[in-house]
């Protein structure tokens, strides 16, 4: 899968990027935080709990 999508271009890749995923990347309205939770949560491959204790914040907050 990952020697696929390294032949892509940029331009390639950019496309089969969901629309909202692709203005929350490319946002400079401060949607930063949005973006690191988003990080965090699939570092901890969707886990909640292990998400929200990485981020210090409560589960329901997440």
């Known amino acids: 899968m990952y020697a ?3 032949k892509l ?3 390639e ?3 089969g990027i969901h629309s909202g995923l ?4 490319t946002s400079d309205s401060g ?3 949005l ?3 988003l990080r965090v949560h699939l570092d901890h491959a969707g886990d909640a709990q292990h998400a929200a ?3 210090h914040v409560h589960r329901s907050t997440l």
């Open 22 to 25: 692709r203005r929350l990347l």
């Open 53 to 55: 204790a990485a981020l």
């Open 4 to 6: 696929l999508l390294a």
């Open 13 to 15: 890749l950019a496309e």
């Open 9 to 11: 271009t940029t331009e």
């Open 31 to 33: 949607s930063q935080g």
């Open 35 to 37: 973006v690191e939770t």
